[in-house]
């Protein structure tokens, strides 16, 4: 076991007090900056950096970054939501780490959608029908896998085709899911 614990701090955002939504800071009590590139190829982490070493992953919409020594979460419901996902991000380090000698350790992000990609294919009328302010936010959202194609109402088949078939090159649910069965 590389993580025996942590100490977590919950708050709320100081630049917008009047976000509902809080944040978590976990200070870990050991160092596992080991772990980190096993970590990232178990659960196919959204991006990796080097210097310093720390993996990101988006698990229901939750920024997630994993430090050696940290891990921030950020647009929590509530502490007991915290309390849920740093309780499966200790196993899943646990596990990564236990299991290192079965992982090929994974250095870089996995591939992510091109905004321009998704952009080139919209109507960029900025009608505001999608409940988007402009086809650039909307094509944001598409990328990040908060919405779909079908949300715009006035792209037509071919041109929401071919945006389907560009996001089906990526692994969306690794980005989006924190709970594996």
């Given at each position: 076991m590389i993580l025996k614990g942590y100490t977590k701090k919950i708050f709320n955002s100081e630049c917008n007090p009047a976000c509902e939504g809080v944040h978590c800071i976990a200070k870990l009590d050991q160092d596992i900056a080991e772990v980190l590139p096993y970590l990232s190829a178990?659960?196919?982490?959204?991006?990796y950096?080097?210097?310093p070493p720390a993996v990101?992953?988006?698990?229901h919409g939750k920024p997630i970054a994993v430090q050696a020594s940290q891990i921030a979460i950020n647009a929590l419901r509530s502490e007991a939501e915290a309390d849920k996902i740093l309780s499966w991000l200790q196993r899943e380090i646990n596990e990564a780490w236990e299991n290192r000698s079965?992982?090929?350790?994974?250095?870089?992000?996995?591939?992510?959608?091109?905004?321009i990609e998704v952009l080139?294919?919209?109507?960029?009328?900025?009608?505001?029908?999608?409940?988007?302010?402009?086809?650039?936010?909307?094509?944001?959202?598409?990328?990040?896998?908060?919405?779909?194609?079908d949300d715009c109402p006035i792209l037509d088949k071919e041109q929401g085709n071919r945006i389907g078939e560009y996001m089906g090159r990526f692994d969306m649910e690794k980005y989006y899911s924190w709970l594996r069965p």
């Open positions: 178990a659960l196919g982490g959204y991006e950096l080097n210097n990101t992953f988006k698990a079965r992982i090929e350790p994974c250095y870089e992000g996995a591939p992510k959608p091109n905004l080139k294919h919209l109507p960029k009328t900025n009608c505001q029908k999608c409940n988007q302010p402009t086809c650039m936010v909307f094509a944001v959202r598409i990328t990040e896998g908060n919405l779909a194609a």
